[in-house]
């Protein structure tokens, strides 16, 4: 078991808003930039409220990358390290 408990805490909030942006040209920003916080959730360059981003799309650009392995406790636990 490691901390993250679940694969999406493990992406770096600032990749995962990179690629949100990149795949849903609209949006401004994460609505809640943390490793835990709900991050398909975003607001678009033209207003305030929050929409819900396709995983689906951004997890396809996360995966092209470089692993971060510094994440809570994911290097120790890595099989990489």
């Known amino acids: 078991m490691t901390k993250g408990c679940e694969i999406e805490n493990y ?5 995962y808003e990179t690629c949100l942006i990149k795949t849903h040209p609209s949006a ?3 609505a809640n930039k943390s490793v835990f916080s709900n991050l398909p959730r975003y607001v678009k360059k033209s207003s305030k409220k ?3 981003a396709s995983k689906i ?3 396809k650009e996360v995966i092209n990358t470089p692993i971060n392995l510094s994440i809570l406790d994911l290097e120790k636990k ?3 390290s």
């Open 11 to 15: 992406i770096d909030p600032d990749v």
């Open 28 to 30: 401004k920003k994460i």
């Open 50 to 52: 929050e929409f819900v």
């Open 57 to 59: 799309k951004v997890a």
């Open 78 to 80: 890595s099989i990489w």
